[in-house]
């Protein structure tokens, strides 16, 4: 079946603008997790999703991002006044509650000039 | 939280060769140990995975051990092809109290296998 799909897969940002990158998970998993991935580093936890319920943001770097699920499906990470800082792959995986496996996406690379 | 250290950071090998990459982590209550390969430019990808009960697995040419009581665990790869060139990352995983599997990832090996 289809696996979790991201879109854009590039986005290039003028420091200051506002981006929005859009996840879909696999279908019927209720899991959803955003990661950013710096160049030449492990991904590192942005924030869960269980359905439309977002039960930990622990991991966002500030006000500036902002996620939503909200119907439970597709999933969209905003970031506010974009920095240079925020340049990095942004992925996404999705799971089955039954299981620990994650899935992910191919990422959005955003580049903030 | 979490911290996951992962040597070496690059790694080259002949083809033929075994490779080994080895992970420590911190919290004594993470219960599960994904593997991720990522290919550049490309989505990490689960390669193997081992859970706490459990003190080695192996898949084909791929193995995993774990001491729980040294918090290391490693990766093994035995007879190495040039499609194993990959970046490889190790993760220890809690289950949150929201019931969900908190990941935290290692900072990578960079694996080149020459021909």
């Known amino acids: 079946g289809a696996g979790v799909s991201q879109s854009p897969r590039y986005k290039v940002a003028k420091r200051g603008q506002d981006v929005a990158l859009r996840c879909d998970p696999i279908?019927?998993?209720?899991?959803l997790f955003w990661y950013q991935q710096a160049l030449g580093q492990g991904p590192e936890f942005l924030t869960y999703f269980q359905n439309e319920a977002q039960l930990d943001k622990s991991g966002l770097p500030s006000d500036r991002f902002f996620a939503e699920r909200p119907e439970g499906s597709v999933s969209t990470l905003k970031i506010q006044r974009t920095q240079q800082e925020d340049s990095a792959v942004y992925l996404c995986?999705?799971?089955?509650?039954?299981?620990?496996?994650?899935?992910f996406g191919p990422g959005t690379r955003l580049t903030v000039l | 939280g979490e911290n996951v250290e992962q040597h070496p950071s690059t790694l080259s090998v002949q083809e033929g060769d075994s490779a080994v990459i080895k992970c420590t982590y911190s919290d004594s209550a993470s219960n599960y140990f994904p593997w991720y390969k990522q290919e550049l430019g490309k989505r990490p990808q689960l390669i193997i995975d081992?859970?706490?009960?459990?003190g080695e697995k192996k898949d084909q040419r791929i193995a995993v051990t774990l001491n729980k009581t040294a918090k290391h665990f490693s990766l093994h790869i035995t007879e190495t092809q040039p499609e194993d060139s990959a970046v490889y990352f190790c993760a220890a995983s809690i289950k949150d109290s929201g019931g969900y599997q908190k990941v935290t990832f290692g900072t990578g090996t960079k694996l080149q296998v020459i021909p």
């Open positions: 081992i859970r706490s009960n459990v």
């Open positions: 995986a999705s799971s089955s509650f039954r299981t620990d496996t994650q899935y």
């Open positions: 279908s019927g998993h209720v899991s």
